[in-house]
């Protein structure tokens, strides 16, 4: 028997999953909750095999949640539920230490292999998404790697983002203020902007810095 | 609030309020008929099915609406808003 806490905010859809886990033998519902706060409340009283996490609640979003779940037990394992199918929420979730993704609007049946999946195996990943967990890991694992920027120019745009000039860059990593334009003319140029605003809003919005 | 602001805040109550609303009732409803389905004869089943498979597009093309009308993080957010996140 697997035992399951749904945490999810949608009122509907928690009933939805205890009517369709209730004609079943091999998985029983054993708590539920509607955001983080009741989740992690509930989770210190039960133990659950498997924690089904809606990856958008009210006041902590699930990953988060996901994240303070395994603080309490690293070994818990957490599935998170989605209505988004794209590599960046897919790999996000990983990352933050989900070992099955189930989208929503796929079958009960590929659910039911997810949650078993994880039980026996410790992890899933359907096929339909591995494709888009590797571009995930592709395209958001070490962004810096894939721009191909070097440890001195990363350590240029976290300077650029504090509002340091030219001038203070140089400065701070002791070269000239010439070399500092020659870095970030290299810096617009492998993150494809024309200045440094862009360049600032780029690397953040890429997580590089 | 400048117009484009109350468009973008519109554009998120819209994508909020399909997410909240109708993607959750059409995706449960789907997950329902999938059991329901499962336990009937295949002669049975078979317009079932089909009905759970036209809801089932309803619901990924509702989905899809939700994911196009999310906004990257730095086009609703000024650079100081987001530097500010970036720092907390």
């Given at each position: 028997?697997?035992k399951?806490?749904?945490?999810d905010?949608?009122?509907l859809?928690?009933?939805?999953?205890k009517e369709?886990?209730?004609?079943?033998?091999?998985?029983?519902?054993?708590g539920?909750?509607?955001?983080?706060?009741?989740?992690?409340?509930?989770?210190?009283k039960?133990?659950?095999?498997?924690?089904?996490?809606?990856?958008?609640l009210?006041?902590?979003?699930?990953l988060?949640?996901?994240?303070?779940?395994?603080?309490?037990?690293?070994?818990?394992k957490?599935?998170?539920?989605?209505m988004?199918?794209?590599?960046k929420?897919?790999f996000?979730a990983?990352?933050?230490?989900?070992v099955?993704?189930?989208?929503?609007?796929?079958?009960?049946?590929?659910?039911?292999?997810?949650?078993h999946s994880?039980?026996?195996?410790?992890t899933?990943v359907?096929?339909?998404?591995?494709?888009?967990?590797?571009?995930?890991?592709?395209?958001?694992?070490?962004?810096?790697?894939?721009?191909?920027?070097?440890?001195?120019?990363?350590?240029?745009?976290?300077l650029?983002k504090?509002?340091?000039?030219?001038?203070?860059?140089?400065?701070?990593?002791?070269?000239?203020?010439?070399?500092?334009?020659n870095?970030?003319?290299?810096?617009?140029?492998?993150?494809?902007?024309?200045n440094?605003?862009?360049?600032?809003?780029?690397?953040?919005?890429?997580k590089?810095? | 609030?400048?117009?484009?602001?109350?468009l973008?805040d519109?554009?998120?109550r819209?994508g909020?309020?399909?997410h909240?609303?109708?993607?959750q009732?059409?995706?449960?409803?789907?997950?329902?008929?999938?059991v329901?389905?499962?336990?009937?004869?295949p002669?049975?089943?078979?317009?079932?099915?089909?009905?759970?498979?036209?809801?089932?597009i309803?619901?990924?093309?509702t989905r899809?609406?939700?994911?196009?009308?999310?906004?990257?993080d730095?086009?609703i957010?000024t650079?100081?808003?987001?530097?500010?996140?970036?720092?907390?």
């Amino acid at each position: 028997m697997i035992k399951i806490l749904i945490v999810d905010d949608h009122a509907l859809f928690r009933q939805g999953l205890k009517e369709i886990f209730s004609s079943r033998k091999d998985i029983k519902i054993i708590g539920e909750a509607s955001d983080s706060k009741e989740c992690l409340t509930v989770y210190k009283k039960i133990r659950p095999d498997i924690v089904l996490m809606d990856i958008s609640l009210p006041d902590k979003d699930g990953l988060e949640t996901t994240k303070e779940i395994l603080k309490i037990n690293p070994k818990q394992k957490v599935i998170v539920l989605s209505m988004y199918d794209d590599e960046k929420h897919i790999f996000e979730a990983f990352q933050n230490g989900a070992v099955g993704y189930f989208v929503k609007t796929k079958t009960v049946d590929e659910l039911f292999k997810i949650i078993h999946s994880v039980y026996e195996e410790g992890t899933s990943v359907p096929r339909s998404l591995t494709s888009k967990l590797l571009e995930g890991i592709k395209r958001h694992a070490l962004p810096q790697q894939r721009f191909k920027l070097t440890e001195k120019e990363i350590k240029i745009l976290q300077l650029l983002k504090q509002g340091f000039s030219n001038k203070e860059i140089a400065r701070q990593i002791t070269t000239s203020e010439k070399t500092v334009k020659n870095h970030l003319a290299s810096i617009f140029q492998k993150l494809a902007v024309e200045n440094r605003a862009q360049a600032i809003v780029k690397s953040m919005e890429e997580k590089i810095i | 609030m400048s117009y484009r602001n109350k468009l973008l805040d519109e554009r998120k109550r819209l994508g909020k309020e399909l997410h909240d609303g109708i993607a959750q009732t059409l995706t449960i409803a789907c997950l329902k008929l999938d059991v329901i389905v499962s336990q009937l004869p295949p002669d049975k089943a078979k317009e079932l099915k089909e009905i759970t498979k036209l809801l089932r597009i309803s619901a990924e093309n509702t989905r899809k609406i939700i994911y196009e009308l999310k906004l990257p993080d730095v086009e609703i957010k000024t650079l100081k808003e987001i530097r500010s996140q970036k720092k907390s």
